[in-house]
């Protein structure tokens, strides 16, 4: 039986979708999908038993942001 090897990573539909509201995470899902494709591409033809995966969950409603006030000036910080 011949073994296969998976490398998975995790993005998001951010990844494709401007969200002004949080510029650094969907820059840093950009990056992980241009990865994962840039690595795909890098191994199809090194390595014929590895296997390249990326799942990209939609959004999803939790109250994980309920804190966050979205265009609060920072201004009041400093």
Known sequence: MKITTAI???????????FASIPI???TKA???S???SLRY?????IKNIQIYEIVPSAVQTNLGD????GEL????C
């Open 35 to 37: 990865f994962t494709m």
């Open 25 to 27: 995470y969907s820059a």
């Open 67 to 70: 804190s966050h006030t979205f």
């Open 8 to 18: 998975i990573n995790v993005s998001s539909d951010l990844a494709f979708i401007l």
């Open 42 to 46: 890098q191994l199809m033809n090194e």
């Open 31 to 33: 990056s992980i999908h």
């Open 74 to 77: 920072l201004v009041q910080y």
